[in-house]
């Protein structure tokens, strides 16, 4: 069965305070992995799409990076305007069609207090 | 401007009543979806659609049901079936559908709780 860990649960940080996010998989044949932003009782903003090991992707304080079994959304000097609970996502090859949809991760609820 | 929009926002639904949740999309997207959306858990399939007049079902459809009439519209019926509907809702939609790695765009999603 595909399964999509995020941790910690929750993170507070000091503005400032530089920290990763981690989100471990375990998936038949990763086609692709996303991480969203969701603001509280809003639908989730995407961020950004990691395809292969090696990939990075940068979006003025975040990073995302991606290996073989899990991805880290770095945060460097993070404001309070960054508080939120950030999502991953993989989508995979199982099926005989190929067909599947997202496998969503429960989160991590990062808090920055200024 | 393009996007996805979900209305109510706020909906309230007595024992043994129907409600529809209504999703529309302006961005010329393929695939729609629904998820759920519970206090720590992750997001749910309930229902995703590739083409009009066509779905199929997700993780946990029992008790919803849904109709592709039209590229735009995706609606969600929660019926009385469904004994614990009281949930986040959200809809999305993407380009291409299941088949290929486009990200799903989201909406603001609709809150239902029981009377």
């Known amino acids: 069965e595909d399964q999509v860990t995020q941790s910690p649960e929750a993170l507070r940080l000091q503005e400032g305070e530089s920290s990763s996010l981690n989100c471990s998989y375990t998936v038949s044949g990763l086609r692709g992995l996303f991480w969203y932003r969701q603001d509280p009782g809003k639908g989730p903003e995407f961020l950004f799409t990691?395809?292969?090991a090696g990939e990075e992707k940068e979006k003025e304080r975040l990073k995302a990076t991606l290996t073989k079994k899990e991805s880290f959304l770095h945060i460097t000097a993070p404001k309070p305007e960054d508080s939120a609970t950030y999502l991953c996502?993989?989508?995979?090859?199982?099926?005989?069609?190929?067909?599947?949809?997202?496998?969503f991760g429960k989160g991590t609820r990062l808090s920055v207090i200024a | 401007d393009g996007g996805i929009t979900q209305s109510p926002k706020y909906l309230f639904r007595k024992e043994g009543q129907n409600v529809t949740l209504s999703c529309e999309q302006n961005l010329n997207h393929d695939a729609m979806y629904w998820y759920r959306q519970d206090p720590g858990q992750g997001l749910r399939l309930i229902y995703y659609?590739?083409?009009?007049?066509?779905?199929q079902k997700g993780d946990i459809a029992e008790g919803y049901s849904v109709s592709r009439e039209k590229k735009e519209s995706f609606p969600l019926t929660v019926t009385s079936a469904q004994k614990n509907p009281t949930a986040f809702y959200l809809c999305a939609s993407s380009i291409t559908g299941v088949t290929d790695n486009q990200p799903q765009h989201f909406g603001d999603g609709t809150r239902l709780s029981i009377l």
């Open positions: 990691l395809y292969s």
């Open positions: 659609s590739q083409i009009v007049n066509d779905f």
């Open positions: 996502a993989v989508k995979t090859s199982r099926g005989n069609s190929g067909n599947t949809p997202l496998v």
